[in-house]
C-alpha cells in the first residue's frame, strides 16, 4: 500500500526558513509527479509547486523566488525548501503524488505551517 508522509512543518517567524519532507513507501515504482499543495480553512487547496521526473519544476506566483522543490528519485522522497516566509503562508501544506505505472495519484495528511511573531 502506498502511503504519503510530509514532515517538517511548525511555527517561523516572518522572513524565516523550514524545509517540508515528502517520503512515499509501499512502491517499487518511481515517482512521474510530486506537487506540494497547501489549504487554509475555508478555502481550496491550492498548488504551491511541482516537479516531474524529468526534472522540470513550477511554482505559484505567490512562492516564485522564495520556495524551491526537490528530489531525490533514488529514495522516493521530495522537499519543499520555503525560505523568506511570510504571514499569508501559513496553511496546511500536502504532498502529492502520481505514479505512472499504477495510475494513480496519492495524498499525504499534511503538515502544518505557522508563520507568525
Known amino acids: 500500500q502506498v502511503q504519503v508522509a510530509e514532515s517538517g512543518g511548525g511555527l517561523v517567524q516572518p522572513g524565516g526558513s523550514l524545509k517540508l519532507t515528502c517520503t512515499v513507501s509501499?512502491?517499487?515504482?518511481?515517482?512521474?509527479?510530486m506537487g506540494w499543495h497547501r489549504q487554509t480553512p475555508g478555502n481550496e487547496r491550492e498548488s504551491v509547486a511541482g516537479?516531474?521526473?524529468?526534472?522540470?519544476?513550477n511554482y505559484a506566483d505567490s512562492v516564485k523566488g522564495r520556495f524551491t522543490i526537490s528530489r531525490d528519485g533514488a529514495k522516493n522522497t521530495g522537499y519543499l525548501q520555503m525560505n523568506r516566509l511570510k504571514p499569508d503562508d501559513t496553511a496546511v501544506y500536502f504532498c502529492?503524488?502520481?505514479?505512472?505505472?499504477?495510475?494513480?495519484?496519492?495524498w499525504g495528511q499534511g503538515t502544518q505551517v505557522t508563520v507568525s511573531s
Open positions: 509501499g512502491t517499487t515504482f518511481g515517482i512521474y509527479h
Open positions: 516537479i516531474w521526473n524529468d526534472g522540470n519544476t
Open positions: 502529492y503524488v502520481y505514479i505512472a505505472n499504477r495510475g494513480q495519484g496519492y
